[in-house]
C-alpha cells in the first residue's frame, strides 16, 4: 500500500465556527485563539481521558477510580480529579457521614465528552493495525 492509499481523503470544514481555521491563526504560545488546543490540554493528558470513561455510568469513590485506573498514582489521579472538576467535567460530592465519602460524578458538561471519545475509541479500533504497521515501517527504515 502506497502513502497516498494511507491519506485521509475527508477534510474537515476550515470556515465553520469553531473550526480548524481558528487554531491556525493562533500564536504559537496562545491558547486563546484555538479551543480546541485549551481544551486538548485538559482531555489529552495521559489519565483525563480514562477519568471521563470511568465515570461514565455512574459515580465513583476516589478508592475504586484508583483500582479501575491501572497504574494511576494517588497523586495523579487527585491531580486529574481537580482539574476535571476545576473545567466543569467533574463533579465531587462529599457525604457527611462516618467515616466521610466522597464520590465523582461526570456533570451534564463532562457527559458530552462520551460521544467524541467513543468515536476517537472506534476510529482507533479501526485503525489500529495500520499505525502498528506504519510503525513497524518506520522503525524498520531506520
Known amino acids: ?37 485549551e481544551v486538548l490540554n485538559r482531555i489529552g493528558d495521559k489519565w483525563s481521558v480514562l477519568v471521563v470513561v470511568y465515570l461514565r455510568e455512574d459515580s ?11 497504574g494511576i498514582s494517588q497523586r495523579m489521579l487527585t491531580e486529574t480529579l481537580r ?20 464520590e465523582y460524578a461526570l456533570t451534564l458538561l463532562g457527559q458530552t465528552l462520551i460521544a467524541p471519545i467513543a468515536a476517537l475509541a472506534a476510529w482507533a479500533e479501526q485503525h489500529r493495525s495500520a ?3 506504519a510503525r513497524a515501517a518506520y522503525d524498520h527504515a531506520r
Do not use: H, N
Open 131 to 133: 499505525i502498528i504497521a
Open 83 to 102: 482539574q476535571l472538576e476545576r473545567d466543569g467535567l467533574v463533579r465531587r460530592t462529599v457525604y457527611v457521614a462516618r467515616p466521610v465519602r466522597v
Open 60 to 70: 465513583q469513590r476516589f478508592s475504586v477510580l484508583r483500582r479501575q485506573i491501572e
Open 1 to 37: 500500500m502506497d502513502e497516498s492509499d494511507q491519506t485521509a481523503t475527508v477534510q474537515p470544514p476550515l470556515t465553520t465556527e469553531g473550526s480548524l481555521e481558528s487554531c491556525s491563526i493562533a500564536t504559537a504560545g496562545s491558547q486563546e485563539g484555538c479551543p480546541m488546543r
